[in-house]
């Protein structure tokens, strides 16, 4: 199983709830997706510094899944869509072999 971890921060000026909307969308229309969570950031930070804004965990059967959904024409038309509401992203994917 692969499994695609991004993470976000809202540009300033920019609508939180709109990011996951727009992220949300991508659930129902990418078939390679296995599963998916997503949540916004909630609580203190702390002493752990600045939090990303919100995270999305999706898992996909193999790196071709992967593949199909970055390369899925509606996952490019949400990217573009979200590239201006935030100011900065991180992504991780990686490969689990417990699942």
């Not at 916004?40 to 002493?47: A, M």
């Not at 996909?60 to 201006?84: M, R, T």
């Amino acid at each position: 199983m692969i499994r695609h971890v991004f993470l976000w921060k809202v540009a300033a000026g920019s609508d939180p709830d709109k990011v996951i909307e727009l992220l949300t969308q991508l659930s129902t229309r990418i078939p390679s997706l296995r599963s998916w969570e997503i949540g916004k950031h909630q609580g203190d930070p702390g002493d752990n510094g600045e939090p990303w804004d919100g995270m999305l965990i999706s898992d996909f059967d193999d790196w071709k899944g992967l593949e199909e959904y970055s390369d899925h024409p509606f996952h490019v038309e949400v990217v573009a869509q979200l590239k201006p509401l935030v100011a900065d992203r991180a992504v991780v994917d990686v490969e689990r072999n417990d699942a």
